[in-house]
């Protein structure tokens, strides 16, 4: 079975700053990929970044980056230049085998004040 | 493009009663999952199906719940006769087939049974 961990169930930080959102994973499977989702009040479920897990360089887009350590199984979000807008949930989410279903963490709520 | 469409998007019944909630997929894209959110558990997976075809239905809670999908283009879930512990966000996801990579959702269907 494979289980996502996010041990953060809440961070609030102050506009402009980084944040790192923290996840840890296991599975047994080989190739799988890592996402990250956000959930803002309108509740819609967003992709921010995905890691395929044969690659080792990190993945990056615009203020997101990840930071995956395959040996620890760990797959942290750093969200740079937090803006308002980044307030919602956030989802670690982990895909593998056989193209099943995402399994998701709980979820971080991330607050950002002005 | 139209991205995964779901109806309705807020539904308000009393127990006993009978509930459809409706998937339209992207087009081309031939795996379809129902997602069930809750606070006290999160997202679970409660069953997909791969070319219309159900591959896993362990995550379906009970025989009240039932899902279809006739063709390609559309899906239901049902819940027969529905309970007030019922209610939750459902959201329907849908991705090309056979290859690792992220589920598109919908902006899924809120479920009060009073």
């Known amino acids: 079975a494979q289980t996502v961990t996010q041990s953060q169930p809440e961070m609030s930080v102050q506009e402009a700053e980084t944040v790192t959102l923290s996840c840890t994973y296991d599975?047994?499977?080989?190739?799988?990929?890592l996402f990250w989702y956000k959930q803002p009040p309108s509740r819609q479920m967003i992709l921010v970044i995905r890691?395929?897990?044969?690659?080792?360089q990190n993945a990056t887009e615009n203020r997101f980056s990840v930071n995956f350590q395959k040996a620890a199984k760990s797959f942290s979000l750093k969200i740079s230049d937090s803006q308002l807008g980044d307030t919602a949930m956030y989802f670690c989410?982990?895909?593998?085998?056989?193209?099943?279903?995402?399994?998701f963490g709980k979820g971080t709520h991330l607050i950002i004040q002005p | 493009d139209a991205g995964v469409i779901q109806s309705p998007r807020h539904e308000v019944t009393e127990m006993g009663q009978e509930v459809t909630l409706r998937c339209k997929p992207i087009?081309?894209?031939?795996?379809l999952f129902w997602y069930r959110q809750t606070m006290m558990r999160g997202l679970e997976l409660l069953i997909y199906?791969?070319?219309?075809?159900?591959?896993?239905d362990s995550g379906m809670p009970e025989d009240r719940f039932s899902a279809k999908m006739p063709n390609a283009s559309f899906s239901t879930l049902k819940i027969q006769p529905s309970e007030p512990r019922d209610s939750a966000v459902y959201f329907c996801?849908?991705?090309?087939?056979?290859?690792?990579?992220?589920?598109?959702f919908g902006e899924g269907s809120r479920l009060t049974v009073l």
């Open positions: 996801a849908s991705t090309p087939g056979g290859i690792l990579g992220e589920l598109f």
């Open positions: 599975t047994s499977e080989s190739n799988y990929y």
């Open positions: 890691q395929e897990a044969y690659k080792q």
């Open positions: 989410a982990l895909r593998g085998g056989g193209a099943d279903g995402l399994t």
């Open positions: 087009s081309g894209h031939n795996s």
């Open positions: 199906f791969n070319n219309n075809v159900p591959i896993d």
